[in-house]
């Protein structure tokens, strides 16, 4: 016989007691039953008595995932030809289930997913490393053993609520996906699966804030003085400027910096390092770029020795003081670090057009380079002004 299931709200007549009851899942079978908590409290007003279920889609979605778990576990059990009673439940129950899956050569997509990151641990970065295992823990947070049937159009649907209601931002919100399809290609490579879930899903779309600081505000911050107690206060602005005036140098190039990424040539000093995030090794003549901006700020704190790098700051810290820095000068805008990259791209493509820009900011396509095409009301009216003739 097939497991019967049912939602039971207020099973022990607490609400009004204690003004929230517990939700559970009812599992009928042969005349007995077995009861299973959702971890989910509600009031009487939070509840649809009506349609027997939470008024609050995403927990309504989060009751229908555990009934799912059940039917999950009843369906393995009973595909390795085993007698189905509701005692086996206290195998999942105690979590016992994962050395089921195990004993029984079932590989579950969670497994798959740690044991590729494993077998992958020494050719990524760790950085990358650290973020898709957060990914993993993300997942197993939302259904602890995901099997590859489990990995339908509903299931990344679900999964991207989840991440929404755990108030992250829209790119945040994205790059969990991106991992997640990351492992769903790997599992289409190995046969595991046939059709990728991801085939009709559009990535949830946010409001770009690509925030910039336009020439005034850069020249607000090159006025800014310091007391003899401030000079991490102006190394931190002038890590800040440097990363502009060299084409945006990200901060995990610009916080390694030695007086070995750069050569001293004829034309002047020439950046010259491999980019921590592409890999891709690049020289850039800093003297052409803003007026050699950067070339006077590496020289200003060029180091003892070859070891010591420029700016021995943390992002962290950087950020933190980048936010004082903007008050003091008078900028009403979200400032970090990145904004420096931001700043030099939105610059750069309005200066010098969009090709020369991406080979600058090291962008692998054009359209990245494009949402750079900001134009001020101040730069707008100078292009205005500057024209003669209409005819």
Request: proline residues 2%.
């Amino acid at each position: 016989m097939i497991v019967k299931y049912n939602v039971r709200f207020d099973r022990k007549k607490e609400v009004q007691r204690k003004g929230k009851a517990l939700v559970q899942i009812e599992a009928y079978l042969e005349g007995n039953r077995r009861y299973f908590s959702t971890g989910i409290y509600l009031s009487a007003n939070e509840w649809n008595a009506k349609k027997n279920e939470a008024k609050d889609p995403y927990l309504q979605n989060q009751i229908r995932n555990k009934i799912n778990d059940l039917i999950d576990f009843e369906r393995k059990r009973s595909f390795l030809s085993r007698i189905f009673i509701l005692e086996d439940f206290d195998l999942l129950v105690k979590k016992k289930d994962q050395n089921l899956i195990e004993q029984d050569n079932i590989l579950s997509f969670t497994q798959f997913y740690s044991d590729q990151l494993k077998a992958r641990s020494n050719k990524i970065k760790y950085s990358t490393y650290r973020n898709q295992h957060f990914c993993l823990e993300l997942l197993k947070e939302f259904k602890e053993i995901i099997f590859f049937e489990d990995l339908t159009f509903a299931f990344i649907d679900s999964f991207s609520l989840f991440l929404s209601r755990k108030k992250y931002k829209t790119h945040t919100v994205n790059k969990r996906l991106k991992q997640l399809r990351t492992y769903i290609r790997l599992a289409i490579k190995y046969k595991h699966l046939q059709i990728n879930p991801f085939e009709d899903f559009e990535m949830p779309k946010g409001v770009s804030n690509r925030s910039y600081l336009i020439i005034e505000e850069l020249q607000a911050l090159e006025a800014l003085s310091f007391t003899t107690e401030e000079k991490r206060f102006e190394r931190v602005r002038d890590m800040f400027l440097f990363s502009v005036y060299a084409g945006g140098t990200r901060f995990s190039d610009v916080s390694t910096l030695t007086s070995n990424n750069f050569i001293e040539s004829t034309e002047g000093l020439i950046l010259h390092l491999k980019a921590q995030k592409t890999n891709k090794i690049f020289d850039l003549p800093l003297r052409l770029l803003f007026e050699g901006k950067a070339e006077k700020i590496a020289i200003k704190y060029w180091p003892k020795n070859d070891s010591q790098r420029l700016f021995r700051l943390s992002n962290p810290y950087v950020n933190k003081v980048l936010k004082i820095l903007a008050q003091r000068a008078g900028i009403k805008k979200h400032l970090i670090f990145h904004t420096a990259r931001h700043t030099a791209g939105t610059i750069l493509v309005n200066k010098i057009g969009v090709l020369p820009t991406k080979n600058i900011l090291q962008h692998s396509k054009i359209d990245t380079t494009n949402l750079y095409l900001h134009l001020t009301n101040s730069e707008r009216n100078k292009i205005l002004k500057n024209i003669k003739n209409w005819d």
